[in-house]
């Protein structure tokens, strides 16, 4: 299955979670997430490390979303990191990470290290983070149609397929 597929296999998976009642929104579809994987998700904000907007912590018996304290895009961030769990990336242990990539670095190599995008990546790289940030942008487009048109997503898929 391409990684296209695979994204919006997973969107479609976390929209049929949707509440059948209410208003259907982002924080809901990561509570039906939780709920479906019978392991709560925890959402919060803290002060997290320059270029990094969100974290995914997993713990012994839930997960937690990190999001940056004053980030303007916080639905955007907070898909991005649903993405990463839904779609089942792994990340490694932050010891592990540490070691493997320690380098004594010059002037040079930080400052093209604070120009570079490197927001934590796990072994996957590049590849794991453009899929998360394909699966946040799909997922907030349909639930943007969801809020505007009030149809079903079998509609919101058809006006996708149809314009």
Excluded: K
């Amino acid at each position: 299955m391409t990684a296209d597929r695979r994204v919006t296999r997973a969107v479609n998976d976390v929209l049929a979670l949707a509440p059948r009642r209410g208003e259907v929104n982002l924080a809901a579809l990561v509570a039906a997430v939780g709920a479906d994987r019978e392991r709560p998700i925890e959402v919060s904000t803290a002060e997290l490390p320059p270029g990094v907007s969100g974290q995914w912590r997993q713990y012994a018996d839930h997960d937690e979303f990190l999001i940056q304290d004053g980030l303007p895009t916080v639905d955007r961030t907070l898909a991005h990191e649903l993405g990463h769990l839904v779609l089942g990336h792994d990340g490694i242990p932050v010891a592990e990470a540490a070691r493997e990539s320690v380098v004594f670095a010059g002037d040079d190599l930080i400052g093209y290290m604070l120009n570079q995008r490197t927001g934590c990546m796990g072994p996957g790289g590049e590849d794991v983070e453009q899929q998360a940030e394909d699966f946040a942008a799909l997922l907030l487009y349909r639930l943007g149609r969801l809020r505007s048109d009030r149809s079903s997503i079998a509609q919101v898929r058809l006006g996708e397929a149809f314009g």
